[in-house]
């Protein structure tokens, strides 16, 4: 028997023991000889000790391995101190190189008191042959285990001398046998491909579903819809303060909250960086407002002004090395440290809720479209192309927003308040190759009467964390002798009334907005005017004609802009004012009941910044631009036809226009500035300062030559756990009227199962 030469043996052997020398595990691979792990073919930086600790816990997968034998392997010669820190650092580096969770482990897990277990299953591909060895040298089995001095068994065969006679006949086999087999291995390759194809059609994924949901936080005083954010440990939230809002962090297991300490007023954490060693901030003064992007160490360390970027939301790329970020009506590109700064799309819109990819191939977000009252989940290329709705025709008016990608990149999860009026979770599932059938959905995650708003995946994407609240508000009149109040109505529970100066009539909303009531006598009859219930329609700002005979009132519907809505008798249907213009709202009256002053959108694409005021002749169905009004809202007329007061469209000055003289001047400045109301004989102008500490309300004596005088505060209401505390109108005996907000906005999690 032949032996087979070295040279062609040893030829094979590197190439074994590289495939031996690989250990796999989830998405990963560690070679055990150069101590290299490798993330889906990418290499992970990971030091020495550390690597070297996986390969003692990767050789005995399954069983706890003890400090004392890593000490003796690892650290031997060490004090214990020293072996103590140095085994809880690796460790720590170590998960945070596999992605891992010490509270729910995927691959290491802590034995308290005895030492750590690898849990994960372990594989090693093995050579399609024993060592990498030629099949065509390898001996057979029988051959290796037969003595030498074996007989051969030689198998019969027929001589050459043998006659020809003597040989047996063999028939030979019919030519159709082949084509039989053939037909038959086409037959069972069919029925199993059909076999495939029914169990593919009737057994599909399962959807995606949240199977249970604990509350993280319990302070009530979230305010939304700030993004979550979060470092791996640590949720980052933001809380409303009375006249501001203050950074708060908890952590991703619940408990209490603290406040984050920060160099800037009114700050978030719009992102963590990839590798977490830099918070990016944004730091504004309204709502509304674009921000200023920052750079915070996560170690420590000054504060960075991030170029000159500023905008309304901003992500990291998942590489690090980019930032997406949303500015007007465009979203931009720039890179980590604010140089390149490149625009990406404009939009007839505008855009935020970023979200990247797994691969950053593509971006995602929600697109606002204020002058149709919708939004909805957009989808382009990362570097701009082809930006296109992600679920067109899903909702006849969309309302969807801020979606976030699971970290393995499977599903996209989005809030929706699709069909039901209520926004809850929606998962999307991406297009994957799978031998089952799986529906791309969307899955609905969450069911109401709560509002689900915002998605944040744990490290190991097995859960979720989004906001789940019901919004609540009491209207009360506050005394302004004694400096408490009482509750305004408490049978009817009105919002937003308003009172017919020459007439005993009010008029108001139900709490959803949807339905407009008349109260006469003072309260002792009550008729609806008007339920939009039917077209998931709202209206804000009723106002009743001085002699009680016509409503003007702001109509929102999904699906088009604003639009003010007379109702000249109860059960008529309503008339339009100024249909040819865009955005129509916040109407007043005139003191003799035949004009009013509203605002409108002049130029739609600059929002507030487009806004005009103008005067609207409702027997003549015309009107005209209020000169000098550009920016402003909230118009408000005074009983005597003398003033029209206005807040500027940022909300921090209060102006007065002169129809005598034709002019504007400014009398009051602060933070920023709710609505104007007049007293009923117009000698005193009241407002607040929605952002000052307490929200206090000012009083401006006409004809407005001194400064505003301060009558109240509510620092005692919102250190009670009040939200906000907004003055709204003034009683028929002068007090004003307060809409006290609260809430129990919470963050929650969700245990995810995503197959």
Request: one cysteine or more; a positive charge.
């Amino acid at each position: 028997m032949a032996t087979p030469s070295g040279n062609n043996a040893d030829s094979h052997w590197p190439a074994a023991w590289q495939v031996m020398s690989a250990l796999l595990f989830g998405p990963f691979r560690f070679d055990r000889d150069s101590l290299d792990l490798y993330h889906q073919g990418r290499r992970r930086a990971l030091q020495e000790l550390p690597a070297r600790l996986l390969a003692l816990l990767l050789e005995q997968p399954g069983r706890i391995v003890a400090r004392e034998e890593l000490q003796k392997k690892l650290w031997a010669g060490t004090t214990f101190l020293d072996f103590e820190h140095g085994l809880n650092t690796a460790i720590r580096k170590l998960r945070l190189a596999l992605d891992d969770d010490s509270d729910q482990p995927v691959y290491i897990e802590t034995v308290r008191g005895r030492g750590y277990r690898f849990i994960a299953p372990v594989q090693s591909p093995l050579p399609a042959h024993p060592m990498g060895a030629d099949p065509a040298i390898v001996p057979a089995p029988e051959a290796a285990m037969a003595p030498a001095t074996a007989p051969a068994m030689a198998s019969p065969a027929i001589s050459p001398e043998e006659p020809a006679a003597a040989r047996p006949f063999m028939p030979a086999p019919p030519a159709r046998a082949g084509w039989l087999r053939r037909a038959a291995w086409a037959a069972s390759l069919v029925m199993l491909l059909g076999l495939i194809t029914v169990l593919w059609w009737f057994d599909p994924l399962p959807p995606p579903q949240i199977t249970q949901i604990v509350q993280i936080t319990h302070s009530g005083h979230i305010d939304t819809p700030w993004p979550l954010a979060s470092d791996g440990a640590r949720l980052y939230f933001m809380a409303r303060d009375g006249g501001g809002w203050r950074l708060m962090q908890t952590s991703l297991r619940g408990g209490g909250s603290q406040r984050v300490a920060l160099p800037l007023q009114n700050a978030l954490i719009m992102d963590v960086s990839p590798d977490r060693s830099n918070f990016l901030l944004g730091s504004f003064h309204t709502r509304a407002q674009e921000m200023k992007f920052w750079l915070l160490p996560a170690q420590g360390g000054p504060l960075r002004r991030l170029g000159r970027l500023t905008g309304l939301d901003a992500v990291y790329s998942h590489s690090g090395r980019w930032i997406a970020y949303t500015h007007k009506n465009g979203i931009w590109r720039a890179r980590a440290d604010g140089s390149h700064v490149r625009c990406l799309t404009r939009l007839a819109g505008f855009p935020d809720g970023l979200a990247w990819s797994l691969h950053d191939r593509r971006l995602r977000f929600t697109l606002h479209d204020p002058w149709h009252q919708t939004s909805a989940i957009w989808q382009m290329g990362a570097q701009g192309q082809r930006p296109h709705p992600l679920l067109p025709g899903w909702s006849r008016f969309p309302s969807e927003c801020c979606g976030q990608w699971t970290p393995d990149g499977r599903y996209f999860l989005f809030s929706s308040a699709h069909q039901s009026g209520v926004p809850n979770l929606w998962a999307l599932r991406a297009a994957h190759w799978s031998w089952r059938r799986a529906p791309r959905g969307p899955f609905q995650l969450t069911v109401g009467p709560r509002e689900a708003l915002g998605a944040l995946f744990s490290p190991s994407g097995r859960h979720v964390y989004f906001y789940y609240w019901r919004d609540r508000n009491q209207l009360v009149q506050w005394n302004l002798r004694r400096g408490d109040y009482s509750a305004f109505d408490p049978l009817h529970h009105p919002a937003l009334p308003a009172w017919a100066r020459r007439a005993a009539d009010m008029v108001y909303l139900n709490r959803a907005g949807a339905q407009l009531w008349l109260a006469s006598g003072h309260g002792r009859k009550t008729r609806l005017v008007f339920d939009d219930r039917a077209r998931h329609g709202s209206m804000s700002f009723p106002r009743l004609s001085p002699h009680g005979h016509a409503i003007a009132v702001t109509s929102d519907r999904p699906g088009r802009s604003g639009r003010v809505f007379l109702f000249r008798r109860p059960g008529d249907e309503p008339e339009t004012i100024a249909p040819k213009l865009a955005d129509v709202r916040d109407p007043d009256w005139s003191p003799g009941g035949h004009r009013l002053v509203f605002t409108y959108a002049a130029r739609p694409s600059l929002l507030h910044e487009g806004r005009v005021l103008a005067v609207w002749n409702i027997h003549a169905k015309r009107g005209q631009v209020l000169p000098g009004s550009q920016g402003m809202i909230l118009p408000r007329w005074s009983p005597d036809g003398n003033w029209i007061a206005a807040v500027t469209r940022r909300g921090r000055a209060i102006m007065l226009y002169s129809l005598r003289r034709r002019q504007w001047r400014v009398v009051a400045r602060g933070r920023v500035f709710g609505l104007p109301v007049w007293s009923a004989q117009g000698n005193y102008l009241y407002f607040q300062d929605l952002l000052a500490p307490g929200q206090p309300l000012y009083r401006l004596q006409m004809p407005g030559r001194r400064p505003p005088q301060q009558v109240a505060q509510f620092s005692a209401l919102l250190h009670a756990g009040y939200m906000g505390c907004g003055f709204i109108a003034l009683a028929p005996d002068g007090q004003p009227l307060l809409s006290l907000s609260y809430s129990d906005i919470n963050i929650y999690a969700g245990m995810l199962r995503l197959p």
